[in-house]
């Protein structure tokens, strides 16, 4: 991917071109590609990589079980319903995350509590979950935001005081760890995404984790119109529907598995040596929450300095070649959401929901390389007055 853009002062950009994303097949990857489609075995319900990859993950997540669906949405919402959660519930959801947080929860007929963030690291914490609880709370839906294991002991301990469920969206977090331990099993239940912007991708697909065989049973059943494993073909047992992966979207996945941490590493050189690069700049890495040991860094959040024009930095850096996202809204600010939710005040967000700008997973791929240039763009936009909105 090549970039040809003027910079803010007229001459040259500093940043070029990034890897792209996703990246070309591997070996392994298209050689099991060409053979499912070679078989004509693509359902999951006719080949076996589908329950191949979900074991692999699941291992490699230091989980006992996994069931694989259409999507990360599908995920969130089978994992829901495998809970148990429907109408007259409520599951607190960060007001920083995506909207599929919110809407797999009113698809399992229950109620969204939006819910305040620290102002630090951007995660649920003990604090704003206590603010949010009400006798109709089932469920704490944890998003391990932009790679970054939230602060699962303080949160997890708050979970099991009130005798509620945690679900960790890990839609992000491919292969991160808090506190020594893989995300994917550190709750009841967990969810993965394999769309086309995350760490490993299909273009879609979606992932259930959970070390509870009850639950697993429960989810597969779910996301296979109601049967049970090893019943009859016209058995259904419960309410369920076809939300399954296919064949070909594991066979892409399957030998992502064995580079991922490969790829992690190289994301937090990239994060590594950018934090160091910026110093005491009006721009800074928003650190992930204590008790992390490996950060996935499926993005790299910046923050920036108060009175700073978001929207001229990320005009001015899109001209030195580094696209940059202003990320989410803020789900209390998406109106469809916010009139179906139950919202908390949610100050600590809306103090830095404005500064936060992310670099990508293409931009992060490059190494620290591409963390020198990345941060001569920075420093020539934030010291140009106009960031200031001078």
Not at 9 to 34: E, H, I, K, M, N
Not at 47 to 64: M, P, V
Not at 209 to 223: C, G, H, K, P, Q
Not at 225 to 232: D, K, M, P, Q
């Amino acid at each position: 991917m090549t970039i040809d853009l003027l910079a803010i002062d007229g001459g040259t950009a500093l940043c070029s071109s990034w890897p792209s994303w996703p990246p070309p097949l591997d070996a392994d990857q298209r050689a099991l590609v060409d053979d499912v489609l070679g078989s004509g075995l693509w359902g999951a319900a006719q080949g076996g990589l589908c329950e191949r990859f979900s074991e692999d993950f699941a291992a490699r997540h230091a989980a006992a079980h996994a069931v694989a669906v259409g999507n990360g949405t599908l995920a969130l919402f089978v994992a829901l319903r495998a809970l148990g959660i429907g109408p007259g519930d409520e599951v607190i959801v960060p007001v920083y995350t995506f909207v599929a947080c919110a809407t797999a929860v009113l698809l399992a007929g229950a109620t969204p509590v939006l819910t305040d963030v620290s102002a630090s690291h951007l995660h649920l914490t003990a604090e704003t979950i206590q603010e949010a609880m009400s006798p109709r709370t089932r469920a704490i839906m944890v998003v391990h935001l932009a790679g970054s294991p939230a602060p699962m002991a303080e949160i997890l301990d708050v979970a099991r005081t009130a005798g509620i469920a945690v679900i960790e969206d890990a839609a992000q977090a491919h292969g991160a760890a808090y506190d020594g331990r893989p995300v994917g099993a550190l709750g009841d239940v967990s969810t993965f995404s394999f769309q086309s912007s995350k760490a490993m991708t299909a273009g879609e697909g979606g992932l259930i984790v959970t070390d509870n065989a009850e639950l697993a049973a429960r989810a597969w059943s779910i996301a296979n119109v109601g049967r049970t494993r090893g019943g009859e073909w016209y058995g259904h047992q419960t309410i369920g529907w076809n939300l399954r992966m296919t064949e070909i979207q594991a066979a892409i996945l399957i030998p992502w598995i064995g580079r991922l941490d490969e790829e992690i590493a190289r994301r937090n050189e990239f994060a590594d040596a950018l934090a160091g690069e910026l110093g005491e700049t009006p721009i800074q890495v928003v650190a992930p929450p204590e008790g992390t040991t490996i950060d996935s860094r499926h993005l790299l959040m910046l923050r920036l300095a108060k009175g700073m024009s978001r929207d001229w930095v990320a005009r001015a850096l899109a001209a030195e070649g580094l696209p940059v996202d202003l990320g989410y809204p803020g789900l209390h600010r998406i109106e469809p959401v916010a009139m179906k939710s139950r919202r908390i005040r949610t100050p600590r967000f809306d103090a830095v929901a404005d500064r936060i700008i992310w670099l990508r997973q293409p931009v992060l791929m490059s190494g620290a390389d591409g963390a020198h240039a990345a941060a001569a763009a920075l420093h020539r936009v934030v010291t140009d007055r106009r960031a200031r909105g001078a």
